[in-house]
């Protein structure tokens, strides 16, 4: 499984990245096991790493805005 920490370039020890990674493992353990497709993997870490991509853009681009 892939976890949010290893998209963590550089924030290692980051609580929003902590944070994003319990959610995750805790929706992970959440999931039905009898339900489990070879794709729930692959589907959640997309779900996950797109997630993670748009929070970091998100702060980034709200970081570059120094207009008063």
């Known amino acids: 499984m892939i976890s949010l920490a290893d998209f963590s370039y550089g924030l290692h020890g980051s609580t929003l990245v902590h944070v ?9 353990n959440i999931r039905d096991p009898w339900n489990a497709s070879p ?30």
């Open 20 to 28: 994003l990674d319990t959610v995750m493992a805790a929706v992970n």
């Open 39 to 68: 794709f729930a993997d692959v589907i959640g870490a997309a779900f996950g790493f797109t997630f993670l991509v748009s929070v970091v853009s998100l702060y980034l681009l709200s970081q570059g805005d120094t207009r008063r």
